[in-house]
């Protein structure tokens, strides 16, 4: 599971952004109340994303069952296995982050910033540019044929 978590990662999507300075928060938490106020964030989060892109999912099936032509099977198919694995992931990562909070309970250690992930604008561009065009590809495939 941490290979494929580390798959997932490198792959150039906009929402690991907010996942990990969520993920961050929990560690980062200096007393008890903050700690469970940031779990309970990350988690409504990371439950409400895990959802979402379940539902994009199916509707990548959809488009490949659905599907007139090949390329709209082929991104129905390339929409639906990204999105499962960012599913596959956040669920994850809630049981990964939950497990950190519980296990250091009592423990406020704040870690240096050095070990906060930073990523670069260019980082950030590309990712966003990635997530918004396959979403318009999709969208536009999704439209033309269901």
Request: charged residues 15%.
């Given at each position: 599971?941490?290979?494929?978590?580390?798959?997932?990662?490198?792959?150039?999507?906009?929402?690991?952004?907010?996942?990990?300075?969520?993920?961050?928060?929990?560690?980062?938490?200096?007393?008890?109340?903050?700690?469970?106020?940031?779990?309970?964030?990350?988690?409504?989060?990371?439950?409400?994303?895990?959802?979402?892109?379940?539902?994009?999912?199916?509707?990548?099936?959809?488009?490949?069952?659905?599907?007139?032509?090949?390329?709209?099977?082929?991104?129905?198919?390339?929409?639906?296995?990204?999105?499962f694995c960012v599913t596959l992931s956040q669920g994850y990562l809630i049981a990964r982050v939950s497990a950190i909070a519980w296990t250091?309970?009592?423990?406020?250690?704040?870690?240096?910033?050095?070990?906060?992930?930073?990523?670069?604008?260019?980082?950030?561009?590309?990712?966003?540019?990635?997530?918004?065009?396959?979403?318009?590809?999709?969208?536009?495939?999704?439209?033309?044929?269901?």
């Amino acid at each position: 599971m941490k290979r494929f978590m580390m798959l997932v990662q490198k792959m150039p999507f906009s929402g690991k952004f907010i996942v990990k300075e969520l993920a961050f928060d929990v560690v980062a938490s200096s007393t008890p109340k903050e700690r469970q106020k940031n779990l309970l964030l990350c988690n409504l989060f990371l439950f409400a994303y895990a959802y979402l892109h379940g539902m994009q999912c199916i509707m990548g099936v959809k488009l490949v069952y659905y599907g007139e032509n090949f390329i709209q099977v082929a991104v129905g198919m390339l929409y639906a296995i990204a999105n499962f694995c960012v599913t596959l992931s956040q669920g994850y990562l809630i049981a990964r982050v939950s497990a950190i909070a519980w296990t250091h309970k009592g423990k406020y250690h704040i870690p240096s910033n050095s070990h906060k992930v930073i990523f670069s604008d260019k980082e950030r561009l590309i990712a966003c540019a990635v997530t918004l065009g396959g979403q318009i590809i999709f969208l536009i495939s999704y439209m033309s044929c269901c």
